[in-house]
């Protein structure tokens, strides 16, 4: 993702203020404790690539590749959430009179600790509410499949009960020369105890994030 190019380019920066700058824009793009975010879903297929044949063998290669549409986690206040189609103007968009253009594909990521960090903190994710009643990401005791529960109540109170509605987020493009902060654009997985929910593409709502890509130039 960008934000961790943009600190590798930080460290290229001649000036002190340069870099406090870049570093700001990059850190901007983490995923804090109760930020609002998205969960762009990514499959991955397998073709297989013939080479013809060598010595009377026949030679080929597999490879995986992304498939990638405009598909989202979505819940709804009560039951089983599924991949839904949010259309790509709608993706973040929110309006005081509408709210979320993407209805049901909105979260709220709450942990005790800030930025959030691969594998190493707990999270609860909460849908929404409803009156005195608060709706939190459930593992659903399947793999790719979680629901909506009333687990820890309306508010975040801090990662203690609810042991079913506790995720560690594990990031698929880890790289051990990172940190591991997680950021804008990483692709991840929710686990809850030893199971796996899915992979998808993190988008946050952070209108000073969308100014990092500005800033990153592959070529540096």
């Known amino acids: ?18 870099k406090t700058e870049i570093r700001q824009l990059a850190n901007s793009c983490q995923l804090t404790s109760s930020t609002w975010a998205m969960f ?16 009377g063998n026949s030679r ?12 989202f986690l979505s819940c709804s206040i009560s039951g089983v959430c599924r991949n839904r189609h949010c259309a790509e103007s709608d993706i973040l968009k929110y309006s005081n009179g509408n709210g979320w253009a993407c209805r049901g ?14 594998h190493d903190t ?3 994710i909460r849908y929404g509410t409803k009156g005195t009643k608060g709706y939190w990401l459930s593992n659903g005791n399947n793999i790719n499949y979680v629901k909506t529960r009333t687990c820890p109540g309306k508010n975040f109170r801090g990662i203690g009960g609810c042991s079913s509605e506790q995720f560690r987020i594990l990031k ?4 051990w020369d990172d940190d591991k902060t997680i950021y804008d654009g990483d692709i991840l997985t929710l686990k809850e105890g030893s199971l796996r929910k899915g992979l998808y593409e993190l988008y946050l ?11 990153y130039s592959p070529a540096v």
């Not at 762009?40 to 010595?55: C, L, P």
């Not at 594909?105 to 930025?115: E, I, L, N, T």
């Not at 698929?172 to 790289?175: A, C």
């Not at 709502?205 to 800033?215: A, F, I, P, Q, R």
């Open 40 to 55: 762009r879903w990514k499959g991955r297929g397998a073709y297989t690539e013939s080479h013809g044949n060598v010595w």
């Open 205 to 215: 709502d952070n209108s000073e994030c969308s100014n990092v890509t500005s800033l």
């Open 105 to 118: 594909k909105m979260f709220q990521v709450y942990a005790d600790s800030s930025p959030i960090k691969d």
């Open 1 to 18: 993702p960008a934000p961790t190019q943009v600190i590798k380019l930080s460290n290229l920066a001649q000036a002190a203020q340069t």
């Open 172 to 175: 698929w493009n880890y790289n």
């Open 60 to 71: 080929s290669t597999q490879h995986w590749e992304w498939f990638d549409r405009n598909d």
């Open 122 to 124: 707990l999270v609860q």
